[in-house]
Each structure stands twice: as structure tokens, then as C-alpha cells.
């Protein structure tokens, strides 16, 4: 069992940045796969960012590749989510997931636990 919760949203400027980070209980941190997630104001919630068990393996979606970063530190049990050159349609709930690898990493039966969701809006 993975309890997961994320920090670090909040109301930026555009073109500004933010650093979202996710905080993991439990003693197997370092064995999940994990990602982040977004959900904007009447949409969906779409892939964001993947990092491996090992933080050998990155992946993003095309929307955020060259503005974001996703980093792990197992040795503290966190995710970290660097956004940079944010804007407006960055604005959404920000989730981090947690799941054992698997062959795909973007989709959300990739992974097992989810946090609650850390908020970021972005003003133009």
C-alpha cells in the first residue's frame, strides 16, 4: 500500500514556474513506476509526466516536453514536478500516481495509487 500526497500548488503569473512535489509512505517507494496527472476545468485528466522505479526513464506528453522535469529521490520517498514557462492552459489539479512497472506509462490503469491532487492556476 502506497499513501501518496502532493504540495507545492498555487496561483502563478504566466510564464512563471512552479515545483510540485509528492510525498510516499510505505517501504517500497523505489520498486513504483510514477507519474503525474492533470485534470483542468471541464476536461478530462490527462498524462503529464512518468518517471521509473529507478528515475532511469522519463517520458512526457508532448504539451509539457521542454517545460517540465520529473525527478525522484527514493532515498526521501518524493516526486518531484518542475514546471517552468507555465501558461493559462496549464491550469488543473495536479495528481501524482504511483504504480509497479508496467509496458505502458501513460495511461491511468498504469497505476495503482493516487494522491489527492495539489492545484495549480495559472494567470495570464
Known amino acids: 500500500q502506497v499513501q501518496l500526497v502532493e504540495s507545492g500548488g498555487g496561483l502563478v503569473q504566466a510564464g512563471g514556474s512552479l515545483r510540485l512535489s509528492c510525498a510516499a509512505s510505505?517501504?517500497?517507494?523505489?520498486?513504483?513506476?510514477m507519474g503525474w496527472f492533470r485534470q483542468g476545468p471541464g476536461k478530462e485528466r490527462e498524462f503529464v509526466a512518468y518517471i521509473s522505479a529507478t528515475g532511469g526513464s522519463t517520458y512526457y506528453a508532448d504539451s509539457v516536453k521542454g517545460r517540465f522535469t520529473i525527478s525522484r529521490d527514493n532515498a526521501k520517498n518524493t516526486v518531484s514536478l518542475q514546471m517552468n514557462s507555465l501558461k493559462p492552459e496549464d491550469t488543473a489539479a495536479y495528481y501524482c500516481?504511483?504504480?509497479?512497472?508496467?509496458?505502458?506509462?501513460?495511461?491511468?490503469?498504469?497505476?495503482?495509487?493516487w494522491g489527492q491532487g495539489t492545484q495549480v492556476t495559472v494567470s495570464s
Open positions: 500516481a504511483a504504480g509497479r512497472p508496467r509496458t505502458t506509462v501513460r495511461y491511468e490503469y498504469d497505476y495503482d495509487y
Open positions: 510505505g517501504r517500497t517507494f523505489s520498486s513504483y513506476a
